[in-house]
């Protein structure tokens, strides 16, 4: 980790919360400028965000959208040196509603790529989008 790169926790916690403020901002100042951005499909159709430009364009959609919801980290995990996974779960007026997460990959300490999902931690272990968690 360099002087200027955050630690992933923080990373992770920052990213959650510029998404809960709908600061595009945010979110780019945490973002590589070549980074892809796949979220989910709760507020309408599937698409792929690139670059800042493309962060900014989600955040206008999240916002033009109207969907109010929230997410909160439930856990970041360290998948590989690049690679993070946060779970977390959507709150809708503060309860929660589905457990989610999103699996980052790093470069330069930000996130250059990311895909969300609205499913458990179990479900992405059965489907190889999370490795098993390691048993001591």
């Known amino acids: 980790m360099t002087k200027e790169e955050l630690p992933v ?3 992770a916690e920052r990213f959650v919360d510029a998404f809960n ?4 901002d945010g979110l780019v100042a ?3 400028p070549q980074v892809e951005f796949v979220p989910t499909i ?3 159709q599937r698409a792929v965000y690139q670059g800042h ?3 900014r364009r ?3 959609d999240l916002v033009a959208s109207g969907a109010v919801h929230q997410v909160r980290v439930r856990e970041v995990r360290q998948l590989a040196n690049d690679r993070i996974a946060l779970l977390t779960e959507v709150l809708i007026e503060g309860d929660v509603t589905s457990p989610s997460a999103m699996v980052a990959v790093l470069r330069e300490g930000l ?3 990311a895909k969300a999902y609205l ?3 179990r479900t992405l272990i059965r489907v190889g989008v999370l490795p098993p968690r390691e048993t001591a």
């Open 9 to 11: 926790d923080e990373l």
């Open 21 to 24: 403020r709908r600061d595009a």
């Open 30 to 32: 945490l973002a590589h």
């Open 42 to 44: 709760l507020v309408g």
């Open 53 to 55: 430009d493309g962060m």
């Open 58 to 60: 989600w955040v206008a």
């Open 111 to 113: 996130i250059v790529h």
């Open 119 to 121: 499913s458990d931690e």
